[in-house]
């Protein structure tokens, strides 16, 4: 059986959508021929600015960056909602993926979103 590969690529400034992306770990690699892995989007915000947030240390959970996308058959992608948007590091993200679908180098591989937000109507209306 051939194996399927699913990236789950996720920003979590303060572990909420991590916890997440963990469970979705679970569920995805107890199914037969899915493999699956963890990836962060970088980090865009400075060290003194996120200590300033009081953010929490990173995991050791890798960054991706965009061209690694290839090697994929498919994507969950996680992120913070915030005021209907995700959060700036995974924008980020996406916009450096520009020449991959330039060149339709993802086209066909199947995706979805995950996230979190802080309250009821705090913007997941938006983002979904």
């Not at 996406?94 to 066909?108: C, P």
Request: no cysteine; net charge negative; aromatic share 10%.
């Amino acid at each position: 059986m051939a194996t399927t590969k699913v990236y789950i690529i996720y920003h979590s400034l303060y572990g909420h959508v991590e916890k997440l992306a963990e469970e979705i770990l679970k569920g995805a690699t107890s199914v037969e021929g899915v493999e699956a892995k963890l990836w962060q989007v970088p980090e865009i915000l400075s060290e003194e600015i996120l200590k300033k947030m009081k953010a929490p240390p990173r995991s050791e959970v890798p960054d991706i960056s965009p061209k690694q996308l290839t090697e994929a058959d498919g994507f969950l992608f996680g992120f913070p909602a915030r005021y209907g948007n995700m959060s700036a590091q995974f924008r980020a993200f996406l916009d450096a993926t520009g020449s991959l679908w330039n060149k339709q180098a993802l086209a066909g591989k199947p995706a979805s979103f995950f996230f979190a937000t802080a309250s009821q109507g705090s913007g997941q209306e938006e983002v979904a």
